[in-house]
């Protein structure tokens, strides 16, 4: 039952993570990976998730993905729940909702197949007709810039061709979500440029929402907004939007915002509370325009 009144959290967004939580158990030991997440992405956007190594990106990707399922919490990717879709729907919802390309290069490729027979094979399993694989296969490999690839195996392309014909194999069924985990992980920078430019390509012209999950600060610059997520939550975002300035220029604003979670909490930066001092016990005040934190010193 809903608590409050009004639209169920983030009911217009395609994404959404509500208070999810997952537990991996080993033994009698229990790591709390996702520590109630929230994080709402809206159809058409492309997002980074920004975090260091171990802070619960991948696991995040998996239980959007569908590979892994929550231990609480509510997820939703369109019209699916996450937590309730049974076997046959979590098969349907894999093939064709969402496109995964996997951290590590090698694990999303075929070594004895071509790039086009890879492309094919998830629409094969779908049940697309032969004349049309052709056809998406070729156009995909073209939009994303490898269609020199066509004929190849992956011991045949460089790192940044396997990882665009990745995510063409990720695209084949045309899903609503690709999400990319570390995709430019194993990449130099010229060539993390090209993969970047067919995650954007994928999402500008053939209209795919795009989640790309990284360790690498440098790559929110490439994308519109980032969510940085530290010990299995949401902490802050970046937008980044282009004005024009007083002098004609071009010039894109980042803006840091704090994330504050449905119970009302929000992180204060290590940097803020060092400078005055903020520990255990503060003082709020609403003003007319914005909520003040001071440090609790005897009046
Ligand atoms: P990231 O991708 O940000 O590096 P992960 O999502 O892989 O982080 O892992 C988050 C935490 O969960 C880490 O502490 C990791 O050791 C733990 N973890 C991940 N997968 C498993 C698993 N299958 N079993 C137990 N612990 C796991
Ligand atoms: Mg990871």
């Known amino acids: 039952m ?13 994404i959404v ?10 033994g009698s030991v229990e790591v709390q990976a996702l520590q109630g997440l929230d994080l709402l992405v809206d159809a058409g956007e492309m997002v980074a998730i920004v975090g260091a190594s171990g802070s619960g990106k991948s ?5 959007l993905a569908g590979i892994d399922a929550p231990t609480a919490g509510r997820a939703r990717v369109g019209d699916w ?13 894999r093939r064709h909702t969402v496109g995964i390309v996997r951290q590590q290069t090698a694990r999303n490729l075929v070594p004895y197949l071509t790039a086009e027979q890879m492309v094919d094979l998830p629409m094969t399993l779908a049940g697309v007709p032969r004349r049309e694989r052709r056809t998406r296969a070729g156009e995909l490999l073209e939009a994303v810039g490898v269609a020199h690839c066509l004929g190849r195996r992956p011991a045949q392309m460089s790192g940044g061709e396997q990882m665009r014909v990745a995510i063409c194999v990720g695209m084949a069924n045309r899903p609503q979500v690709l999400l990319a985990d570390e995709p430019t992980g194993e990449l130099d920078t010229g060539t993390s440029a090209e993969v970047f430019g067919a995650l954007r390509t994928a999402n500008e012209q053939l209209g ?12 929110s610059g490439q994308v519109a907004r980032t969510v940085a997520i530290r010990a ?3 902490s802050s975002e970046v937008l980044r939007r282009s004005t024009t300035g007083a002098d004609g220029e071009h010039e894109v604003v980042a803006e840091e915002y704090a994330i504050m979670d449905r119970a009302g909490r929000v992180q204060v930066p290590k940097d803020y509370r060092e400078a005055l001092a903020l520990t255990r016990r503060v003082r ?3 003003e007319t325009d914005q909520v003040a934190i001071r440090p609790d010193v005897p009046a």
């Open 232 to 234: 299995g939550r949401t």
């Open 2 to 14: 809903p608590r409050s009144a009004g639209p169920e959290f983030g009911s217009d967004a395609l």
């Open 81 to 93: 729940d996450l937590m309730s879709m049974t076997r046959r729907q979590r098969v349907h919802y």
């Open 284 to 286: 709020l005040a609403l």
């Open 17 to 26: 993570c509500d208070n999810l939580v997952r537990i991996y158990q080993t």
């Open 59 to 63: 696991t995040l990707l998996s239980l």
């Open 208 to 219: 795919v929402t795009v989640v790309i999950v990284t360790h690498d600060p440098d790559v």
